[in-house]
């Protein structure tokens, strides 16, 4: 499978804005890079890889001072020492198919952190995998995982109130099947993306209101707002990654492909943080070598496929200019036995190599090199020297966003750190300024900091509520701006230079107004507050002539309903028999009535016009018998009180015209007897009927 297609997803969206904001200030300030404070411009990238099945640590990082007693245990896999490629550091060594990974070392954008693992390793890849990715003890057994959580701290309040203006894009992405790693206490908290270039809707748009006192309402009312979210994601995903560009070529390998998709969405403009890719395979009980080259085998297509689609995605992100922003971490659930058996392979074992790649991370090698018995033993294993979660706390306090709890919230208690990123890049309080530079290191999350990193007033775009009806007719001046503030307790001046007015909100003044009588045109709104002369939020709101409106309608007499489809407004009004009725969407249909219905289709503006249309809906009349001899009954239901009749011969001359009362019983009798034998057209006419029929006269 070349691409995957969107699985899940989970997120909510809100109505789109009607202003454009801009940001003016009066100082230099820092744009914060902090991790997840939104999505709505670049920042900060983590890329999680997945190893499945547990990789062999000693035949991907090889110490080269270990070969003697490494050949002894393990014959049957053992790397010739003239093909392993020496980092000329630390006494190791690469497996030969991780080229880039060499290149990556000499650039100093790759870290090797050795003898990652945990006590009391469990041997089940399940089992181990879910340690892993819950970031829990052996012994203790979680439903939520580690990013899950994270997500979840920094967002209390996803997914109900998700996508919004701060963040329009997905916060997590995984590209491999969905896992225990983002999965949070309450909800999934990532978006699994397959074929992001064929996504469908994955389920009609609904809004039903559920009892969320229930169990079961709970859950029917968060299915139903996952499916929403799904559906705004993935024309999100869809869009940008149409938009996206891979200038280096990934090859076909599903791996890569997972890459060559993440590339897209990055280069396309999609702003999501944190993407989780996966390549399953190290498993490799046999055939992990070839029996004639130890350097081929599955292991070594394993690694290749690790080694291509990381060199494809780092020079991707090198020629749009976003190595930077990324941060690579790869794991496994476990790694292989220092003794190799009979089959060419290894079995379960322990602790194993971790990789982070990134231009930021501090390239020095972390960790002893193993250290092999001189008469090892199939049970013997690998000595765990750092603990996994110590790499989630040092990626969480150097490269993530934390506050106070974020630690002990995820990792259910502190641990001590290992140094993954250079300190020069480390930004501790997560406000774009490095440690390094920063004079003000504790500022709260979200705070606007100046380029010491110390907090100035701010305001958040969404401290403003700027509604426009968008449009004005030309010539009319009936464009509308309305606009409010959260902040009660400050007082704001506002200014719009294109029509020479200045308001104030607040203090005597209501905080909230109407902005009346506006041509079509661009308008700025530049807000400041009394007491912070720093400050400043500019606002684009544009009014424009509305476009054409349309409305097509079709008849369904079987149902009385007039179906609407119309085109050039957000708002319709339809006027059916004098009773008007608002609709916000170009599809809806109308109620008519037996009889004459008139229909008036407009927009709130006048200068757009009015579709009007007249329809008869007709009581249906039955009749028998037919052929008639003597007696024709005709059965006309509905209230009318009276009926016209006209009887027409075949050549539709009038033979006879009578109005008859309608008895209780709706049945009106018609003498036949003296009509010829022909061919007759009955029409008949009422406030409710209007309809002709066909009979024949023996």
Same mark, same amino acid.
């Given at each position: 499978m070349k691409r995957r297609d969107f699985l899940h997803n989970l997120s909510h969206a809100t109505a789109a804005g009607l202003m454009l904001p801009a940001f003016a200030r009066t100082m230099n300030l820092s744009d914060s890079n902090s991790y997840l404070a939104q999505t709505y411009s670049r920042g900060k990238i983590l890329v999680l890889i997945k190893l499945n099945g547990g990789n062999d640590g000693l035949n991907t990082v090889i110490p080269l001072d270990q070969l003697s007693p490494l050949s002894s245990a393990r014959p049957h896999v053992i790397l010739p020492e003239n093909k392993i490629l020496n980092l000329n550091s630390n006494d190791l060594g690469l497996h030969p198919e991780l080229t880039a990974f060499q290149n990556l070392f000499n650039e100093d954008r790759l870290k090797i952190i050795q003898n990652v693992g945990y006590d009391v390793p469990d041997f089940s890849h399940f089992r181990s995998m879910d340690i892993w990715e819950s970031a829990s003890d052996y012994n203790q057994f979680i439903t939520s995982g580690w990013m899950g959580r994270y997500i979840e701290n920094q967002h209390p309040n996803y997914p109900e109130s998700y996508p919004n203006t701060n963040y329009p894009h997905p916060l997590s992405i995984e590209l491999g099947s969905p896992s225990l790693l983002l999965t949070g206490k309450k909800a999934f908290t990532s978006f699994v993306a397959r074929d992001p270039e064929n996504f469908q809707e994955i389920i009609n748009e609904f809004d039903n209101n559920y009892d969320t006192s229930s169990y079961a309402g709970t859950k029917l009312d968060y299915i139903q707002l996952v499916g929403k979210?799904?559906?705004? #994601?993935? !024309?999100?995903?869809?869009?940008? #990654?149409?938009?996206?560009?891979?200038?280096?070529?990934?090859?076909?390998? &599903?791996?890569? /492909?997972?890459?060559?998709?993440? =590339?897209?969405?990055?280069?396309?403009?999609?702003? =999501?943080?944190?993407?989780?890719? !996966?390549?399953?395979?190290?498993? =490799? $009980? &046999?055939?992990?070598? %070839?029996?004639? &080259? @130890?350097?081929?085998?599955? $292991?070594?297509?394993?690694?290749?496929q690790l080694n291509d689609g990381i060199a494809a995605f780092?020079?991707?992100?090198?020629?749009?200019g976003r190595s930077d922003d990324v941060l690579m971490m790869s794991y496994s659930e476990f790694g292989r036995t220092i003794v190799s058996n009979g089959s060419r392979g290894t079995d379960h074992g322990t602790a194993a190599p971790l990789f982070v790649i990134g231009n930021k991370v501090d390239p020095s090698i972390l960790g002893d090199n193993p250290v092999i018995p001189a008469n090892a033993e199939w049970q013997d294993n690998l000595a765990t020297e750092f603990d996994f979660r110590q790499v989630y706390s040092s990626v969480m306090n150097q490269w993530l966003t934390i506050n106070p709890t974020t630690e002990e919230d995820v990792l259910f208690r502190k641990f001590d750190q290992l140094q993954i990123i250079q300190p020069k890049y480390i930004d501790t309080d997560g406000d774009g300024v490095s440690d390094d530079r920063d004079q003000c290191n504790s500022t709260p999350a979200g705070s606007l900091v100046d380029i010491n990193g110390c907090a100035i007033f701010s305001l958040s775009p969404s401290n403003y509520t700027i509604q426009s009806n968008g449009?004005?007719?030309?010539?009319?001046?009936?464009?509308?701006?309305?606009?409010?503030?959260?902040?009660?307790?400050?007082?704001?001046?506002?200014?719009?230079?294109?029509?020479?007015? %200045?308001?104030?909100?607040?203090?005597?003044?209501? @905080?909230?107004?109407?902005? &009346?009588?506006?041509?079509?045109?661009? #308008?700025?709104?530049?807000?400041t507050v009394d007491g912070e002369d720093t400050y400043n939020q500019i606002f684009?709101?544009?009014? /424009?002539?509305?476009?054409?409106?349309?409305?097509?309608? $079709?008849?369904?007499?079987?149902?009385?309903?007039?179906?609407? =489809?119309?085109?050039?407004?957000?708002?319709?009004?339809?006027?059916?028999?004098?009773? /008007?009725?608002?609709?916000? /969407?170009?599809?809806?249909?109308?109620m008519l009535k037996p009889g004459r219905n008139s229909i008036q289709i407009s927009t709130p503006q006048p200068c757009q016009g009015t579709h009007y249309q007249e329809v008869f809906l007709s009581e249906k009349v039955q009749f028998y018998p037919n052929p008639v001899e003597t007696e024709l009954n005709l059965i006309i239901p509905g209230t009318d009180t009276d009926v016209q009749i006209g009887i027409y011969n075949r050549a539709g001359v009038l033979v006879e015209k009578m109005t008859r009362t309608i008895p209780s019983s709706r049945v009106v009798q018609l003498d036949a007897q003296k009509l010829r034998s022909d061919i007759y057209i009955i029409k008949l006419n009422g406030v409710t009927v209007e309809t002709s029929i066909k009979i024949q006269k023996k």
């Open positions: 979210q799904s559906n705004i #994601y993935g !024309e999100i995903l869809r869009d940008v #990654y149409n938009n996206g560009q891979a200038a280096n070529a990934f090859n076909n390998s &599903d791996f890569s /492909q997972q890459l060559e998709i993440v =590339t897209k969405l990055i280069s396309g403009g999609l702003n =999501t943080r944190i993407y989780m890719v !996966e390549l399953g395979g190290f498993d =490799t $009980h &046999d055939t992990q070598v %070839d029996i004639n &080259d @130890h350097t081929l085998g599955n $292991h070594s297509v394993l690694l290749k780092m020079a991707n992100m090198d020629a749009i449009v004005s007719c030309p010539g009319n001046n009936n464009g509308r701006i309305t606009i409010g503030v959260s902040r009660t307790d400050l007082v704001y001046q506002l200014n719009i230079a294109e029509i020479n007015a %200045d308001y104030t909100l607040g203090s005597a003044n209501e @905080h909230s107004v109407q902005i &009346d009588d506006l041509a079509i045109g661009e #308008y700025t709104l530049v807000f684009k709101v544009g009014i /424009q002539e509305p476009e054409t409106f349309t409305a097509k309608t $079709h008849l369904n007499r079987g149902t009385k309903t007039l179906s609407v =489809t119309a085109d050039g407004s957000s708002i319709f009004y339809a006027i059916v028999n004098g009773e /008007q009725q608002e609709f916000r /969407q170009p599809h809806f249909s109308l």
